[in-house]
């Protein structure tokens, strides 16, 4: 699982920094999350190839998310784009992009599917046979979901010396990997356990930004290999965090506690700070595995 920074903070875009989209790359998909300004070019920067990007997904409709999302849209159709992007979002996501495709004369070549979201509950909205996406409601000041990618469970792995030892047909091998017990010509059951080992653990990420303080998503989060929780404010302007309807790196650092995740990363910091690395200072008084986000960063896990 690898996750790139395209970038991580709030508000306008500066100089130095973008505003937030990132990468996640989890078994063999590569998935965009959000599109601020700026987000083709940081893709191109760091040599993500935009053939590989078949699904969007959009927190909210605020600008810092999404006001680069027409701009890859376009370009894909300039590039001779012919395989299907899917877009999710909140309702009117659709609207914000087509009208402005209307009203440029530049629409598609490829298949454009939106996938809009109006559920306050979490819902499955992706799916196939390695991978699961659901959305986390967030509490911010327009409707907003952050995302939970989850891996499926493999297959379960041969042991061939064992698996030899009770002469068993290769036909077999196909329903034993699949967790399935053996029955010999003799009535002898073979035990799946015995002749296989287990699959390699599966991954999660949970992506949740912009959000105030709200424990209602812990159920959600429990567990996760890697959270990426918006941290806007650093304990100091607390009082700003829930009138905007942010949350502050403590804050995080509790939810990440609460939930039981592996790692911490936190983003979505608000220009105004210099030092990101008080940030981590703060969150670690309440949980242990902080890191913190940059554009340009890339984690593997």
């Not at 650092?253 to 910091?269: E, P, Q, R, W």
Request: glycine residues 6%.
């Amino acid at each position: 699982m690898k996750l790139t920074i395209l970038g991580c903070y709030a508000a306008t875009p500066r100089t130095l920094t973008n505003p937030t989209s990132q990468v996640l790359e989890i078994n063999s998909h590569v998935f965009l999350i959000d599109c601020g300004e700026g987000t083709q070019v940081e893709l191109r920067r760091k040599k993500i190839k935009f053939s590989r990007i078949r699904h969007i997904f959009i927190s909210h409709l605020h600008g810092d998310h999404v006001f680069g999302l027409i701009g890859l849209v376009s370009t894909f159709k300039m590039l001779g784009r012919e395989a299907p992007l899917h877009i999710y979002g909140p309702k009117g996501i659709k609207e914000f992009i087509t009208l402005q495709l209307k009203l440029s004369n530049s629409w598609t070549d490829y298949p454009l599917h939106f996938h809009e979201l109006t559920s306050k509950n979490s819902e499955i909205v992706f799916e196939d046979e390695k991978i699961s996406v659901r959305t986390i409601p967030l509490q911010h000041r327009v409707y907003c979901n952050g995302y939970l990618f989850e891996e499926k469970p493999g297959d379960r792995k041969l042991i061939l010396s064992k698996v030899m030892n009770y002469n068993i047909d290769v036909a077999y091998y196909r329903s034993i990997k699949k967790g399935k017990d053996v029955l010999l010509d003799d009535g002898t059951l073979i035990k799946n356990e015995t002749i296989t080992a287990p699959p390699k653990p599966t991954k999660s990420y949970a992506f949740c930004s912009d959000t105030r303080y709200d424990e209602a998503k812990i159920s959600l989060l429990q567990n996760v290999t890697v959270l990426y929780h918006e941290a806007t404010f650093l304990e100091s302007h607390k009082h700003l965090a829930a009138t905007t309807g942010h949350s502050t790196a403590i804050e995080a650092g509790i939810i990440a506690k609460k939930s039981n995740v592996d790692t911490l990363i936190l983003g979505h910091f608000s220009t105004r700070y210099k030092d990101i690395s008080l940030f981590k200072e703060e969150a670690e008084t309440v949980f242990d595995a902080v890191m913190v986000a940059d554009d340009g960063k890339v984690f593997d896990f």
